[in-house]
């Protein structure tokens, strides 16, 4: 089945990233051959493009517009900083979601894919390993916002009947992009090839009874930040990629014998 899909923040770096792996059927290396076709709807402040639609989130009765006719959102429209202060967090992060979620709800939209962050936990120690039925503990008042998001999308889903994923994206990066990279860096690192497999995955996963899941967006990393179970089998994610390989963070093998 084909889906109309409304891409937030489409003209960003993860919108650009996942709208090339939906448009790459050819190109199996970068998406698999049988990722679903989907109609897609980009949006962003500014138009782009044939599919583009002018969209700022903070405009309610914008988003009611770009809501007509879709069965899924993905809400990647953000300040994306972490060290961005709540009077710019609050119009975009808060409002803005709100909005989306509001206008997705009254249109009958399916499904909502927020792109909630690994800020959202970040306050936890670097060596505790976060899973998904943590309580949040938000770093900074950017992660507070994605928990808020994450409490928005399950009010939607358990009040609302309107299913929600709250994806907790990790280190989104391109390795020939990158130059520093600390142990959490690596640790919560995500590929754009699984992070694209990972939102197809909330797109199109039968989420079951429970209408809401929050899904963990890392790769197959040798050392997890974030616990990938649940989002394993609830999702069907299969990432693929690992930082410390990518990265050739030389981890020795004690369980051979030395020469
Ligand atoms: N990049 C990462 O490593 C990372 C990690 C965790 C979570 N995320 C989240 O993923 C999403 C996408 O991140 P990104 O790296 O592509 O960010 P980005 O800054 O590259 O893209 C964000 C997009 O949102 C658009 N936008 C901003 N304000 C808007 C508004 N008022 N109305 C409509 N569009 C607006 C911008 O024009 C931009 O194209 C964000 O929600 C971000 O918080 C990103």
């Known amino acids: 089945m084909s889906r109309t899909v409304l891409i937030t923040g489409a003209a960003g770096r993860i919108g650009s990233a996942l709208v090339k792996y ?19 709807r980009l949006a962003d ?5 044939e599919r583009g639609v002018a969209l700022d989130v903070t405009d309610l009765s914008a988003c009611r517009k770009a809501c007509e006719g879709i069965d899924t959102v993905v809400h990647l429209a953000a300040v994306a900083s972490p060290d961005a ?17 509001r206008a997705a709800s009254d249109a009958g939209v ?5 792109a909630s962050s690994a800020q959202a936990i970040e306050g936890y120690p670097l060596d505790v390993q976060v899973s998904s039925g943590m309580p ?57 090839e699984d992070l694209c497999a990972l939102l197809v995955r909330c797109i199109e996963a039968d989420l079951g009874k429970e209408p809401f899941a929050i899904a963990h967006g890392i790769s197959d990393n ?36 030395v020469g």
């Open 136 to 192: 949040v503990r938000p770093k900074n008042i950017y992660g507070v916002s994605k928990a808020f998001g994450e409490a928005l999308a399950a009010h939607f889903a358990y009040q609302q009947g309107l299913e929600a994923v709250a994806v907790r994206i990790g280190a989104f990066e391109y390795p020939h992009e990158w130059k520093r990279m600390g142990a959490r860096d690596l640790s919560a690192w995500v590929s754009p």
């Open 222 to 257: 040798r050392f997890k930040r974030l616990d990938l179970t649940d989002t394993r089998a609830r999702l069907g994610y299969a990432p693929t990629a690992d930082a410390f390989a990518v990265w050739q963070v030389g981890l020795c093998d004690t369980s051979e014998p």
């Open 22 to 40: 939906l448009d790459s059927h050819d190109a199996p290396r970068y998406a698999p051959r049988d990722a679903p076709r989907y109609a897609l």
């Open 85 to 101: 202060p709540f009077d710019e967090i609050l119009p975009v992060n808060i409002s803005g979601t709100y909005n989306v979620f």
């Open 110 to 114: 399916r499904r909502v894919v927020f």
């Open 45 to 49: 402040l500014e138009v782009a493009g």
